[in-house]
């Protein structure tokens, strides 16, 4: 739920630096409409393509252009290939939001993870900042069991050369690339802490978990549920990783008709419905839906297991069948096993007669249900928009002047 809107005794501009990826998008969303309301003055740095979801927050939008393939989700599979990306839209980044903001210093800038831009901004104004983090966040012993492989690889000398080099020209204090990337002293993430690997090697001196963050009634009221139906299921794979028309196909033989269930199949803008064939009477097929109303009437969830659907799907106490696809979506199917809330079916094991066989053994489990009632209340305890709100104006206490009137 959002805090009372109030007039601030110190109103601030606060910059958030984003990716334009909609799974790094969204998660900021409501915390930069909570600091809006609040009587905050917010600009948001991204790729103009993203103006569509930014703008409704009442934020106002600097626009960044990036070449990052948010847009086909082609992305490559080498890790070292797909870093050089993020960093290549740094170097052209860093320019364009000086040129921005040098004659417009935010008194505070947020920053997503894969914005590494932000990060040197801030540090060449002196300026405060705040990761804000859509994905688990790194732990006590991450760097030896994680990071070293990845340095391992074929490229990665260069990388980190090329790195080391842009950190030197780019105004930043922080001149070590491996500090330099890692969190910084103060990390929001927007994730239910029980996604978190390792959570107890954690430094929450430096990390705060607040949860996902979104107005949950103002998302319940953008879908109906059904007046006649006994159960709903929801299919999706997210934004990046619908070019499955085999596996929607194999999803409508597993649930098209299946008796009490009612089908809300979302396939993406790259699959055409009518490509599926005959859509059984209990199915409604769409390229988007709003997946956090529907969550919160859902009796279960098919799901690729990203982060961001994972954390809804706990928010809203649903049990999941992880059919993971790519990147940390493995690791997060694993986490939602060892938390009696899912069954993992790999896409090539994710046949019509397993798929059905998931649901019905997940919903006809007490214990599973027993766990999402649980892992719920936790995750709504930890506060999330208010409290990562509340967050940032600490952050700004006896930096920013008194200012009552508009700036």
């Not at 419905?273 to 059984?280: E, F, K, M, S, T």
């Not at 993992?344 to 999402?372: C, F, I, M």
Request: proline share 8%; aromatic share 6%; glycine share 8%.
């Amino acid at each position: 739920m959002h805090a009372t809107p109030r007039t601030p005794r110190r109103r601030a501009h606060i910059a958030m630096i984003g990716a334009p990826m909609v799974s790094h998008v969204r998660p900021s969303l409501d915390i930069v409409r909570e600091l809006v309301a609040r009587g905050h003055r917010v600009t948001y740095a991204n790729d103009p393509a993203t103006a569509e979801l930014i703008t409704p927050t009442g934020a106002e939008l600097v626009p960044v252009p990036s070449e990052l393939p948010f847009a086909d989700g082609d992305w490559p599979e080498d890790p070292i290939a797909a870093m050089r990306l993020f960093l290549d839209d740094a170097v052209r980044a860093l320019p364009r939001l000086r040129a921005a903001y040098d004659r417009d210093p935010a008194d505070l800038y947020l920053y997503d993870i894969a914005a590494y831009a932000a990060r040197a901004l801030a540090e060449a104004q002196g300026r405060p900042l705040a990761q804000l983090s859509p994905t688990f966040v790194g732990w006590a012993g991450y760097e030896d069991e994680v990071a070293a492989h990845v340095w391992k690889l074929p490229g990665a000398d260069a990388y980190r050369a090329r790195f080391t080099e842009w950190l030197a020209g780019s105004g930043a204090s922080t001149l070590d690339m491996d500090v330099f990337a890692a969190r910084p002293a103060h990390t929001l993430a927007l994730i239910p802490r029980a996604m978190q690997p390792h959570a107890d090697q954690v430094d929450t001196d430096t990390v705060t978990f607040v949860g996902p963050c979104f107005n949950l009634r103002e998302e319940e009221a953008s879908w109906v549920r059904p007046a006649d139906v006994t159960n709903v299921l929801l299919v999706s794979l997210g934004s990046a990783y619908t070019r499955q028309l085999g596996f929607y196909r194999r999803c409508l033989a597993a649930f098209g008709g299946l008796p009490g269930w009612h089908v809300v199949l979302q396939v993406g803008k790259h699959t055409d419905p009518r490509d599926l064939g005959p859509i059984p009477s209990n199915v409604e097929v769409h390229s988007w839906v709003p997946q956090r109303a529907v969550l919160a009437r859902a009796d279960a969830f098919v799901t690729h297991a990203g982060m961001g659907g994972c954390g809804e799907a706990l928010l809203a106490g649903v049990p999941m069948i992880a059919v993971p696809q790519g990147a940390e979506q493995f690791t997060n199917a694993d986490r939602l096993v060892e938390l009696g809330v899912a069954r993992r079916l790999d896409t090539a094991d994710a046949t019509a007669e397993a798929l059905r066989a998931a649901l019905l053994a997940l919903t006809g489990d007490p214990e599973v249900a027993r766990n999402s009632a649980r892992l719920r209340a936790d995750a709504l305890a930890e506060g999330g928009t208010a409290r990562a709100a509340d967050f940032v104006e600490g952050l700004m206490e006896g930096l920013v002047e008194e200012a009552p009137g508009p700036r």
